[in-house]
């Protein structure tokens, strides 16, 4: 490994599409609650990506039926199989060995967590931090998650690298002012280049060797 010194002092983690191989599960699960309770919205189940539970409930179904998909989601994120990329969780042992503080940046609520901790008691830790989406008030595409989880790992926020799958997240990212991996595991390539700093297939492909040099990181 290389001895060169690192840029970065912090990294701040998506976790589905990013750290976990789930989003295909959530794409299926959310094109079924739009078929039980039509949204009217194209794509519904790609719009809200990065989005939280309460922005999603609030902004595309009627507060009746509130409930009904809370319950739905809840069973369907108790009985899913949570699985890591291969090599995620080694990729951030890789960076604390390089002396960078991890943090996981998500949208999921405190259920969901608890449901991934069930399965992988020990997940929690590889990371200093976790961020989840009843912490912030202001969802992805705003900043406000990314800036909370570089505040508790006292990092300046230019110094930390941001690892993101959805177009929500890259852009709350950005707004942030951190650098920003894309990690094109839910949307196409090109389209996710296009948007961020750099960009990776899936989270095996990244090494700490072509993350140290400063060219790699031009902005936009």
């Known amino acids: 490994m290389s001895n060169t010194p690192f840029l970065f002092a912090g990294a701040l983690f998506d976790l589905d599409g990013v750290l976990l191989d789930t989003e295909g599960l959530y ?36 507060k009746n039926r509130h409930d009904e998909i809370v319950a739905m989601l809840d069973g369907f994120q108790h009985d899913m199989r949570y699985e890591f990329f291969e090599g995620a969780l080694e990729f951030v042992d890789a960076l604390h060995d390089r002396g960078v503080k991890c943090a996981v940046v998500t949208s999921s ?10 399965q992988h008691p020990y997940f929690e830790k590889h990371f200093d931090t976790i ?25 300046e926020i230019d110094k930390c690298l941001v690892f993101e799958d959805s177009f929500n997240g890259i852009e709350a990212g950005l707004q942030s002012g951190a650098t920003v991996v894309g990690l094109a595991t839910t949307n196409p390539r090109d389209k996710v280049a296009e948007r961020c700093h750099r960009c990776y297939d899936t989270i095996s492909q990244i090494t700490i060797d072509n993350l140290i040099y400063h060219e790699a990181f031009r902005r936009l």
């Open 27 to 62: 794409t299926r699960f959310w094109h079924e609650v739009d078929l039980a309770f039509p949204t009217g919205v194209p794509r519904f189940e790609a719009i809200i990506k990065g989005s939280n539970l309460g922005h999603i409930l609030n902004t595309y179904f009627p």
């Open 131 to 155: 961020v989840t989406g009843e912490m912030v008030t202001n969802p992805k595409p705003a900043p406000d998650c990314f800036l909370l989880g570089a505040n508790l790992l006292d990092c």
């Open 109 to 118: 609520d405190n259920k969901k967590m608890m449901s991934l901790h069930e």
